[in-house]
């Protein structure tokens, strides 16, 4: 599990910048649409993320094993495993 996640992250950091996606829902129906907002890349420290995005507006309190940290910004949640980003997700815009 440990070798499939330090692949996993070596992977993200050679990718370059992040690419998001924005989720619209309508009454009936949901649509992904590609989304300009910039968000950090998975395998970033958080340091790195603080250098690059600022303060979160929101520090959720970490959670569960192995420790999970959600970072609320204008526009993007980042989730944390440990001090790395596992995911971004774009909120609005």
């Not at 998001?20 to 590609?34: F, L, M």
């Not at 600022?54 to 959670?63: E, I, K, M, S």
């Not at 094993?65 to 609005?92: H, K, L, M």
Request: proline share 6%.
């Amino acid at each position: 599990m440990t070798r499939i996640l330090a692949a996993l992250l070596i992977g993200s950091a050679l990718t370059g910048t992040a690419v998001a996606e924005t989720v619209i829902v309508n009454s009936d129906q949901v649509q992904v649409a590609p989304s300009t907002m910039s968000t950090p890349r998975r395998g970033s420290t958080m340091t790195d993320v603080e250098k690059q995005f600022g303060a979160p507006v929101n520090r959720h309190p970490t959670v569960g094993q192995p420790p999970i940290t959600r970072w609320d910004y204008n526009g993007f949640v980042v989730v944390f495993e440990r001090d790395r980003v596992v995911d971004a997700v774009v909120t609005s815009g």
